[in-house]
């Protein structure tokens, strides 16, 4: 993000990456002109927090995330912002990164009434190695783990529809209420895999199907949490791997290309990786610590765009 002072107390803000440019007067309450307007949202997130401009800027931003592709470009792009209305704005305040990912939660996900929750403002206010709550009301840990060796994969497919998560989602919840009306202890939280398979093949194909995999994935994640704080990096291409299989199998949300680049991935060296972010197209990463080069270089001849990325610091607050 670049910006130079504006002679009035407007901001003007070009995206060339989009093709787009916003004028705002931050003095004033937003209306927005389109649902998920975050530059103007954001504003209003911090004008009731008591904050204004007295001197207007020229913005011009820029990007290397892929956009549309769910690598969270859109809340990347919200946390430097927030940060920089912070930073100009009067009065100055002292605010932690987990002050700067709440905002960035309100503005992006709150204030549309959008689903989500705030992964995705953690990584990008917080950076480093996280652990992420995503239950309400959300908390994540900062680990102090070296991770290297991951090589990110746009597949240049656009992500599923809305619509085709939307019902993915449905048979999940389909599948949670048909099985407490047999297991009505049931919880996705807690409740052992072994005691839901007893009832899951009483209910119907997909919502058994999908919820299986939901508690699958749960247990690999806890096992990946214990093996990195006991610090054991093999294990994870492992878990990747078993974790993308109930993604493509039990969830639908590979394509044919990402499994083509995941594939090629692995017969280069990579330890095992999966579909990022909501799948259905988009991104995937490998773990490939120490040949991060032939992993980039065989997803790029199987038609996909590869980034070699590494474990950035976030937002820097003051």
Known sequence: MEATPHPDRRFVVEMP????????????????????????????????????WPQGYHIVMRGEIPINAGVSSSS?????????????????????????????????????????GMMDHYCAALGGVLWIDTRPPFAA??????????????????????????????????????????????????????????HLPHLPPNPARRLRANLVNRDLTR??????LAGDTRSLGRLLTEHHAQLRDGLDLSTDKIERMLSA?????????????????????AYAPGCEEAVAEAMR????????????DGASCA
């Open 76 to 116: 990347a792009m919200v946390i430097m912002w927030l940060r920089f209305l912070l930073e100009t704005g009067t009065p100055r305040r002292a605010f932690t990164p987990e002050d700067l990912a709440r905002w960035g939660y309100q503005t992006e996900v709150a204030e549309f009434g959008e689903p989500g």
């Open 141 to 198: 840990e900062r680990w102090s783990l070296p991770l290297t060796g991951i090589v990110l994969g746009h597949s240049l497919q656009p992500k599923a529809t809305i619509e085709t998560l939307a019902r993915c989602r449905r048979e999940v919840t389909e599948g949670m209420t048909l099985l407490r009306e047999r297991l009505p202890s049931f919880d996705l939280a807690a409740t052992p895999l072994a005691e839901a398979d007893e």
């Open 265 to 285: 991935a692995m017969a280069v060296g990579a330890q095992g990786g999966k579909v990022n972010g909501s799948g259905g197209g988009g991104c995937l990463f």
């Open 301 to 312: 001849r199987e038609g996909g765009l590869p980034y070699i990325v590494r474990v950035d």
């Open 17 to 52: 990456d989009i093709q787009e440019r916003v004028e705002i007067d931050p003095n004033t309450e937003q209306t927005y002109a389109h649902k998920r307007d975050y530059l103007r949202s954001a504003v209003n997130v911090l004008r009731r927090e008591g904050l204004t």
């Open 223 to 228: 096992q990946a949490r214990a093996a990195l």
